[in-house]
């Protein structure tokens, strides 16, 4: 790769540091790496910088973290100054202002983690996993104006496995991401990649989550709560109320049982709950509020929930708890 070849690289999250290493290793000139402020984390509060920051670091790269990027002079002038033929963004966490997509012959280039038009948004990898897709992917596509609407470059196609979660498939996201960047430049170089616009009529949203997204819902299917509950790792993950208190669930399987909603049916150690659609959740591993992470069999011998108790019940009288 020539060395005249200079790109601009936005990113923050571990998510993009593949994207960086593999544009790094590919020889091409990575004038500038901009990243968000380092933030206080762990219970010391201290700042630690990004995962994209400690790696560009250590490769001897250049740092900028602006707090704002659009109306910053400093930052814009010098951005302009280092005229980079594309600007590479990845997982950058903000909005792309239109005097920096303007900037750039190329354009802004986004490694986004879903098979575009499909879960647009800030969350694609958690939704597609709590939608129940079998096959997800990743998408190269050139920012514009909108929320990730701009032409598609290239696409990948990713095989959901049963028990991925957020967690282990977003690795696999990351890697196979890193080289579909590095195609989609070459191809522009080249002129063998080719912008085409997606089709808004088969858009789909992935949100960003909220606290309440993992709350179980056991009107759904048992099926669409487990999606649910590896899509929603590690945060907000899945939750209900038991005895006035909150119950995580850190996995579970479906069963084709009937049971009235929300109401345990407890067999040995095993411990039951009836959800929608003609079917039952089986608790493998769960969290009562203020403890550890436990079996569900240590659950039942510690905190003896009875057949016929309800979850998601949250305001229950004194006498009514057990333990």
Known sequence: MSQSFNLVFCGTPRFAVPSLEKLAEAGFRMQLVVTQPDKPRGRGMELTPSPVKQRALELGLQVAQPDKIKNNEEFRSQ????????????GYGRLIPQWMIDL?????INLHASLLPKYRGAAPIQWAIACGETVTGVTTMKIDSGLDTGDILLQKE???????????LAPRMANI???????TLLGLRAGTVHPTPQDNTKASLAPILKKEDGEIDFHRS????CNRLRGFQPWPGAYTNFRGKNLQVWDAKPLQRVLSEAEFAVEADRLIVGCGKGTALELLEVQPEGKKRMATGDFVHGYRPQSGEKVGVKNISPSATRN
């Open 79 to 90: 951005l302009s100054t280092l005229k980079p033929d594309a600007i590479i963004v990845v």
């Open 104 to 108: 750039p012959p190329m354009g802004n």
């Open 158 to 168: 990713i095989p959901v496995e049963a028990k991925d979660t957020a967690e282990t």
């Open 177 to 183: 991401g890193a080289e579909l960047v590095r195609e």
């Open 222 to 225: 048992a099926q669409e709560i």
